[in-house]
């Protein structure tokens, strides 16, 4: 896809959709700063790296959530839109609806996120699915089911970012238990396309014991893990990649989990200065509200050395 064309997909799926207010927002945001400003990498005043290399492997794009910067999150419409987007694959939340079925949606109540109230863990799956998780979007949208979103991920030919959502260890070790059963049945060439994280260890820990070959992502926020050993605790649980957020990233992290033979796949990146800035480097994978500005990003770093980003 030419470079430029992306908006365009954009601007056709909001019309489409009839989203305009999404469709007018979008055009605002074309013209802040951040999205006219050259892309240019800053050296990292931070870890004392200094300038910044070339980037050397290509960044995979991960719709965060969807495409949630254009239409409503975790819904079927944001992950076919992020995949027209050029996303490589997609990323969304799992929890567990009071009679135990695997449900995508990030928050523990569905307040923001659809016309109805309350605790996701207190609604029957029959209860969720009759809410519309897509307000703001012309046609109502179903909070999706597990197997629907591997239905799409399947037919789209992507890759999955599972993650696994819960109040507590114990609620995310629950929703684990339920989404089991559903990978299980991928494992072989379908499995390999799916890797689930967790900022609840051990819940990522149940999973792994009952199905080794499952590929993890071990995720971090606070700020404790400045100090703490995140490379440590990734490989404790087997997993094949280090998910911090923004702010927890700094090139000396990205070098040394690479040393460790881990993959860095950082959360969540939308401006376009630190799209840049996490490319170069070196990251592996890129969550992003808006996945054209990853895919735009990856080509413009690449084109001065004269060749596309590596499959
Ligand atoms: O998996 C990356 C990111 O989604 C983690 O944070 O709160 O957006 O689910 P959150
Ligand atoms: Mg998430």
Not at 62 to 87: I, K, M, Q, S, Y
Not at 130 to 145: D, E
Not at 181 to 193: I, S
Request: charged fraction near 25%; include cysteine; proline fraction near 5%.
């Amino acid at each position: 896809m030419a470079w430029h064309a992306a908006p365009a997909l954009r601007m056709l799926r909001c019309a489409a959709t009839g989203e305009t207010s999404t469709w007018r927002r979008e055009r605002q945001r074309m013209t802040t700063a951040d999205d006219t400003a050259p892309l240019s990498v800053q050296p990292d005043a931070g870890d004392g790296a200094g300038a910044t290399p070339a980037p050397t492997r290509r960044v995979l794009c991960f719709g965060h959530r969807g495409a949630r910067g254009h239409v409503p999150e975790n819904t079927l419409l944001a992950f076919d839109l992020a995949f027209d987007l050029g996303a490589d694959a997609i990323e969304c939340d799992v929890q567990r609806s009071h009679d135990g079925q695997p449900v995508i949606i990030h928050d523990g109540t569905v307040d923001r996120t659809t016309n109805g109230s309350g605790l996701v863990s207190m609604l029957s799956f029959a209860e969720l699915r009759a809410l519309n998780a897509g307000r703001g979007a012309a046609l109502p949208q179903s909070i999706p089911t597990l197997e629907e979103t591997l239905d799409l991920v399947r037919r789209r030919g992507g890759q999955l970012n599972l993650e696994i959502k819960g109040e507590s260890v114990e609620e995310a070790t629950g929703t684990a238990l339920a989404v089991e059963p559903y990978l299980r049945a991928l494992e072989g060439e379908q499995g390999r396309r799916i890797l689930v994280s967790s900022f609840a260890h051990p819940a990522i820990a149940v999973l792994k014991e009952r199905l080794p070959w499952l590929r993890v992502g071990a995720l971090f926020s606070g700020s404790e893990w400045r100090r703490q050993d995140m490379l440590a605790a990734a490989q404790a649980l087997g997993a094949e990649a280090i998910h911090p957020s923004v702010r927890l990233t700094v090139s000396a992290l990205v070098q040394r989990a690479h040393a460790a033979g881990l993959r860095v796949n950082v959360w969540t990146a939308n401006r376009r200065s630190t799209i840049a800035r996490l490319i170069e480097w070196g990251v592996d994978g890129l969550f992003t509200d808006y996945p054209e500005r990853v895919i735009i990003a990856r080509a413009q770093l690449w084109a001065p050395l004269g060749r596309p980003a590596p499959e």
